[in-house]
């Protein structure tokens, strides 16, 4: 597998622009969920019910709540998963990750700096981790002995594999569990 690493500047575009995508999905989840509840106790309420409705929303218009009943009947599923869910998750996975010498997490962090994740990497990210930290030690010449870094690097379950590039990409390597 051959990765180029790209300028740390185009990174943090990426990491931007996926925020702000991020961002907008759970803006219109939030919609989805808000029409949702609307039209569910307008119809609760029956006959008078957009009324008490459009009251009870602190004098909102029977009109908005027109808009929240026929956004509801478009039928946009949403998520009732907190939006913290995966930073929670990450953490979790970072505390029950083999503790590494830090000079490890280190060199680690030093070959797969800049490294943004995508959906490529959701199949086996430990061995693309490993591979990707092979590839750029020779690209650019590292003297660090790899085989037994990556060799652990390997063993890492998914959300480990992914958790711990998370924790590089955020420049937090310290939060990773170091052997004494």
Do not use: C
């Amino acid at each position: 597998m051959s990765t180029t690493a790209e300028p740390d500047w185009l990174a943090v575009v990426r990491e931007v622009d996926d925020g702000h995508e991020y961002l907008r999905k759970k803006a219109e989840e939030s919609s989805d969920r808000r029409a949702s509840a609307v039209a569910g106790a307008a119809a609760a309420l029956g006959r008078g019910g957009r009324d008490a409705v459009a009251e009870q929303l602190g004098g909102a218009s029977v009109r908005t709540v027109d808009k929240a009943i026929a956004r509801a009947k478009q039928g946009r599923p949403y998520s009732s998963l907190p939006v913290d869910l995966a930073e929670r998750l990450l953490a979790l996975e970072l505390a029950d990750l083999e503790p590494l010498p830090a000079d490890w997490w280190t060199a680690i962090a030093h070959l797969a700096g800049g490294t943004a994740a995508d959906s490529t990497w959701l199949d086996d990210p430990a061995e693309r981790l490993a591979t990707l930290l092979e590839d750029a030690a020779r690209t650019r010449g590292s003297r660090v002995v790899l085989g037994p870094i990556t060799a652990a690097v390997r063993t890492f379950n998914r959300p480990q594999a992914l958790a711990v590039l998370e924790a590089i990409r955020q420049n937090t390597i310290e939060s990773l569990p170091t052997r004494r």
